[in-house]
Structures are given as C-alpha cells and as structure tokens.
C-alpha cells in the first residue's frame, strides 16, 4: 500500500504561482510513476503532467507545458508541482498518483491517489 498526501493548494491571483507537494509513504520502492491531475466541478479529471519516480522524466500536456513542472525529492519520497503564470481556468482540485506501470494515461490505470488540494485562480 501507498499513502498519499498533497498540500500547498489555496487561493491564488492571475499570474501569479503555487507550489504543491505530494508526499509518499508506504511500499513506494515498487512505484515508478507518480502523477499530477486536476479535476474543476463539472469536468472529466485532467492529466497535468508526471514525473518518472527513478529517472526524473517528465512529461507533461501541451496544456500546461511551459507553465507547469514536476520534480521529485527522492530522499524525502516527496513530488513538487510548480505552477507559474496562473490563469482562472487551472481552478481545480489537484491530485497526485502513483502507479506500477510506466506509461502516464489514462488515469484509471494509477493505482494509489491522494485526497486532493484545491487550487483557485481569481482576483
């Protein structure tokens, strides 16, 4: 089993930045993805990037490219999400996931989630 607590989520203005972390306890050797989502009321939830647990690959949607960036802090078993120049619509609840596999999407193939933290861009 692999638990999974995210935090840093709040109320942002446009433009401006946030950083959440996502720290992982539990059997995490066998982990080899983890992965950041989001999901705004009345929407699917949203792929937004992921980080390989071993090598530090990423990847990440052209949504969010440029903006957003996923780092990993193997020693403390935690994963970063750094979201620069924020806009009203990555209003959401973020999440993070780990999973066995390697390949990023879909999400029902992660296997552990965490509990979510909500990120609201308004002025």
């Known amino acids: 089993q692999v638990q999974l607590v995210e935090s840093g989520g709040g109320l942002v203005q446009p433009g401006g930045s946030l950083r959440l972390s996502c720290a992982a306890s539990g059997s995490i050797s066998s982990i080899n993805l983890m992965g950041w989502f989001r999901q705004a009321p009345g929407k699917e939830r949203e792929f937004v990037g992921a980080i390989s647990w071993n090598s530090g690959t990423t990847y990440y949607p052209d949504s969010v490219k440029g903006r957003f960036t996923i780092s990993r802090d193997n020693a403390k078993n935690l994963v970063y999400l750094q979201m620069n120049s924020l806009k009203p619509e990555d209003t959401a609840v973020y999440y993070c996931?780990?999973?066995?596999?390697?390949?990023?999407?879909?999400?029902?193939?992660?296997?552990?989630w965490g509990q979510g933290t909500q990120v609201t861009v308004s002025s």
């Open positions: 996931a780990a999973k066995y596999g390697f390949s990023w999407y879909p999400p029902s193939s992660y296997n552990y």
